[in-house]
């Protein structure tokens, strides 16, 4: 009995350290990416750790996109790096529009969308808001 209570106590710890290791950096959506907005203030999810987000108010509703990036690799998981009017921004990576709207209202829902210029090139999907 004594045996399986600290087999029972090691396989808990070590699920413990796992939940603390294993969770990575947050994705996109939990960034915000992609994300309605006004000014670049409503794309701030109050995580000192993430780089703000600047609002791209050329689209309806605007847009949460993380500015300055040269490759995917600069961008958090489930985002790529597309040029957008000259400037490279993160974008939300989809397969389908319902993918597109976590943070965004009905009235300025984002499309999956495959009309977009990936800095790296590839068969990426992104969410792209109606233009403002």
Known sequence: MRRAVQV???????LVLL???GCGEEDANDQLIGGE?????????????????????TF??????????TQN???PERSI?????????CFL??????HCNQNRTVDNESNCSSNI?????????VCVPPSG
């Open 8 to 14: 029972f106590l090691v396989f808990v710890c070590v």
């Open 81 to 89: 790096c597309v040029t957008h009017a000259t400037v490279n921004y």
């Open 93 to 98: 990576v989809c397969t389908q529009k319902t």
């Open 117 to 125: 210029d990936p800095v790296e090139g590839g068969e990426d999907k």
């Open 19 to 21: 939940g603390f290791y």
């Open 37 to 57: 907005c006004a000014t670049a203030a409503d794309c701030d999810d109050n995580d000192d750790d993430t780089p703000q987000l600047d609002c791209i108010t």
């Open 73 to 75: 690799a600069g961008c």
């Open 60 to 69: 309806k509703g605007g847009y949460c996109g993380r500015e300055g990036c």
